[in-house]
């Protein structure tokens, strides 16, 4: 099986957790990092903004829900120490997610985001849908 790498946007997580659509492209993309599919990828500071945002009360996450996520991507992801890039954005909290997959971009690294308009112009910077029909040709996904 080819393991395709993924820097996940907390923007799709949360999408994912709040939408009452089980068939919705984050919903799919976080089943495929849960069920091995999509290795994701991962710094201390992506972890730190998944811990803050997702813990935000207007989401109304479960706690235990958190936990479970974000240990599984522990356990089943990559994590990276990117170089510095230079790059400026205007969310600087970007920045990190950027570098994360510019660092991998060797084993063909993804970054998933539902706000593709926040990083550059790249065919590696994919929507959700984008990235499920990537899985699909990679391995036969559902």
Known sequence: MHLVYAVIDTNVLISALITKNQEAATVRVLEAVLGGDLTPLYH?????????????????????????????????????????????????????????????????????????????IRDFIVTPAQMIDILRKANSYR
Do not use: C, W
Request: no cysteine.
């Open 44 to 120: 201390r500071d992506i972890l730190t903004e998944y811990e803050e945002v997702l813990h935000r009360s207007k989401f109304k996450i479960d706690n235990e829900i958190i936990r479970i996520l974000i240990d599984s991507i522990i356990k089943y992801g990559v994590e990276v120490f990117p170089q510095a890039s230079g790059e400026i954005f205007v969310d600087m909290d970007d920045l990190i997610f950027y570098e994360v997959v510019m660092e991998k971009r060797d084993d063909d690294a993804y970054l998933v985001t539902g706000n593709q308009k926040h990083y550059p």
